[in-house]
């Protein structure tokens, strides 16, 4: 070898040690950089209303749903508003529950980190603007590394809405690119109405897939659930990994209001309103019971089996004054539990700028 090409590959290393640095220097920079400005205006007011101020989701899997729910409440008489919302990173979508907030009112904000296009340390921010009683800022700083030899597919165990006491089943599958004997050790699942099974399906060239199997009880409660597993590898590093499970539990019938409210009213007074009933199929209401005024409440049943239900109740106020309450218990044919809602109303005498009267079916 000649001295020429000596000199070109010490200056080969030389540019290759050079750009490896400056590679290094700019991933360093970009993890350290700050997503918040240093010289930004704190508004103190606005931030207390937040029932947090950063997140970190940790280590996720590529293509996993990675969102985050951060709760609002005006702590404040005046009505506060939304008026914007931003990100300062593609990476990070977000989008609020509702813009205004009554006094006490609760919210939330939801924050999700797209882990399909991008990989690594991620940090963002999310910056919400008050407009209205006073103009305001929260700044709240966001990060996650997302894991580029796991990926989850689908990205959770969605279960949308389901009905009550059927056993619904979800799968996802765990793959991994790397170590040959990579392993899932646990799955942790802290709900006790899911049932969690893994299934390793395959395991060649430093690839291993599993099966994640999330099943829902037939005993879970109604309402909507929102929670985590976590899968436990036998990573040194970093053996967990997140799998958000959610969905919604509905009966087979349901009221769309809980409480229905007949207003005030003079003793002897009538006042109609209509209940909505919906079903997951075609139904009937046969009838009608309440406890304490069997008397005083009536309905008109529909006479037509339909999904949608609406039945007007009419109401003769009692005699006696003050506030009423009953439970209106609608049997559904071929059913055994009836379907609930309660009554409010209130008896006042005719200087008391009572209804006085019929109150027409809204």
């Not at 599958?173 to 299934?199: F, I, M, Q, T």
């Not at 409660?221 to 997140?242: C, K, S, V, Y």
């Amino acid at each position: 070898m000649g001295q020429g090409d000596g000199k070109m590959q010490i200056t080969r290393r030389v540019w290759t040690g050079m750009l490896l640095a400056a590679g290094l220097m700019g991933r360093v920079a970009q993890a350290q950089s700050p997503v918040v400005p240093d010289d930004r205006q704190r508004y103190p007011w606005a931030e207390k209303m937040f029932a947090e101020l950063e997140h970190d989701f940790g280590v996720v899997a590529r293509g996993s749903d990675t969102r985050h729910r951060i709760e609002i409440t005006n702590l404040y008489k005046e009505e506060v508003h939304i008026g914007q919302i931003t990100t300062t990173c593609g990476c990070t979508a977000v989008r609020p529950s509702q813009n205004v907030l009554a006094s006490n009112q609760k919210a939330f904000i939801e924050i999700t980190m797209d882990t399909r296009k991008f990989v690594n340390q991620k940090h963002s921010s999310v910056k919400v603007i008050f407009d209205k009683p006073l103009y305001g800022e929260v700044w709240i700083p966001i990060k996650a590394y997302i894991r580029n030899d796991v990926v989850l597919n689908p990205g959770s165990a969605e279960f949308g809405a389901v009905a009550r006491g059927n056993l619904t089943e979800r799968r996802l599958e765990v793959s991994y690119a790397g170590r040959a004997d990579w392993k899932v050790r646990e799955v942790v699942s802290k709900n006790p109405h899911l049932d969690v099974e893994l299934r390793e399906t395959s395991r060649a060239n430093n690839r291993v897939k599993y099966d994640l199997l999330v099943r829902l009880k037939p005993g879970a409660p109604t309402g909507e659930f929102r929670d985590q597993l976590t899968l436990l590898t036998d990573d040194e590093g970093n053996p967990q990994i997140p799998v958000l499970v959610e969905g919604r539990i509905e009966e087979d019938f349901q009221v769309t209001a809980d409480v229905v409210d007949f207003g005030t009213l003079t003793p002897g007074a009538k006042a109609t309103r209509n209940v909505v009933i919906k079903g997951r199929r075609p139904f009937k209401v046969a009838q009608l019971d309440c406890e304490k005024l069997p008397g005083a409440l009536e309905a008109r049943l529909p006479a037509a089996d339909k999904q949608v239900q609406i039945v007007p109740v009419s109401l003769t106020a009692p005699a006696t004054e003050g506030t009423h309450t009953e439970v209106l218990q609608f049997r559904i044919e071929g059913e055994t539990e009836p379907v609930n809602c309660k009554v409010f109303f209130k008896v006042a005498g005719a200087g008391n700028n009572a209804t006085v009267g019929s109150t027409p079916a809204k």
